[in-house]
C-alpha cells in the first residue's frame, strides 16, 4: 500500500480537461514539495511536473500541478490520446526520511 | 542533457546479490548537482524508491531495504552502483538509474533493467 494515495484510474474524451489527485499526509505532501511522473506504456517514466506546479523544459502547458495542504493535483487540458499512460506523484516523506510516491493512475482518453 | 544506462545480469538465484550498475554520460558525477538513485517498479505496479547517493558518498536508503542495500559510487568511472543482497522473488523488478534534485524530484530516467529473481 502506497504512501500517497491516487485514485487507479480516470478517463476523459480527447479535447477535454482531466484532474488526478494525490492525497498524503502532513509529513509527506503537507511539508514537502510534490512532483510528477509519466510513463507511457514500456518506457520509463518522465518527469512532468517538480516542486507543485513547475514544468521541466519540453513539457507543454497543458500539464500543470496545483498543491493545497496534504494533497495535490495534476491536471491536463486539451487531452490527446498520447496522453493515455500511468501518472505518479512523488514527494519527500518526513516521516520515514524516504522519498515515496503514489500508487499512480491510469489515464484513458476515450 | 545527462543520460544513464543500467547493466547488469537479468537473472539472479534466490539468495544471491543482485548487483547492477549504473554508467553516466553528458554529465559528470562529482558536479554536485545531483543525487544518483535507485527506483524499482515490480511488474505492473507502481515505482518504489530504493535509494540515493551524493557525489561524495553519502546515502539514503529506503528504510524497508535498509537492512540489505548498498549504493556506492565511482567518480574515476563516472558510474555508480546497486547491491542488494539476500534476494527473493519479491526483488524482481524493473530496476531504473535516475537523477535526483535536491527537492527531490527525479529528473532523468534509464531506461530500466528487468532483474528477475528465479533459481
Known amino acids: 500500500q502506497s504512501v500517497l494515495t491516487q485514485p487507479p484510474s480516470v478517463s476523459a474524451a480527447p479535447g477535454q480537461k482531466v484532474t488526478i489527485s494525490c492525497s498524503g499526509s502532513?509529513?509527506?505532501?503537507?511539508?514537502?514539495?510534490v512532483s510528477w511522473y509519466q510513463q507511457l506504456p514500456g518506457t520509463a517514466p518522465k518527469l512532468l511536473i517538480y516542486?507543485?506546479?513547475k514544468r521541466p523544459s519540453g513539457i507543454p502547458d497543458r500539464f500543470s500541478g496545483s498543491k493545497s495542504g496534504t494533497s495535490a493535483t495534476l491536471g491536463i487540458t486539451g487531452l490527446q490520446t498520447g496522453d493515455e499512460a500511468d501518472y505518479y506523484c512523488?514527494?519527500?516523506?518526513?516521516?520515514?526520511?524516504?522519498?515515496?510516491f503514489g500508487g499512480g493512475t491510469k489515464l484513458t482518453v476515450v | 542533457q545527462v543520460q544513464l544506462q543500467e547493466s547488469g545480469p537479468g537473472l539472479v538465484k534466490p539468495s544471491q546479490t543482485l548487483s547492477l550498475t549504473c554508467t553516466v554520460s553528458?554529465?559528470?558525477?562529482?558536479?554536485?548537482?545531483?543525487?544518483w538513485s535507485w527506483i524499482r517498479q515490480h511488474p505492473g505496479k507502481g515505482l518504489e524508491w530504493i535509494g540515493y547517493?551524493?557525489?561524495?558518498?553519502?546515502?539514503y536508503y529506503n528504510p524497508s531495504l535498509k537492512s540489505r542495500l548498498t549504493i556506492s559510487v565511482d567518480t574515476s568511472k563516472n558510474e555508480f552502483s546497486l547491491k542488494l543482497s539476500s534476494v527473493t522473488a519479491a526483488d524482481t523488478a524493473v530496476y531504473y538509474c535516475?537523477?535526483?534534485?535536491?527537492?527531490?524530484?527525479?529528473?532523468?530516467w534509464g531506461q530500466g533493467t528487468l532483474v528477475t529473481v528465479s533459481s
Open positions: 535516475a537523477t535526483t534534485s535536491s527537492s527531490p524530484y527525479v529528473d532523468y
Open positions: 553528458g554529465g559528470s558525477i562529482s558536479s554536485g548537482t545531483y543525487y
Open positions: 547517493i551524493s557525489y561524495s558518498g553519502s546515502t
Open positions: 502532513s509529513s509527506s505532501i503537507g511539508n514537502n514539495y
Open positions: 516542486e507543485n506546479n
Open positions: 512523488g514527494t519527500w516523506d518526513s516521516s520515514l526520511s524516504a522519498v515515496v
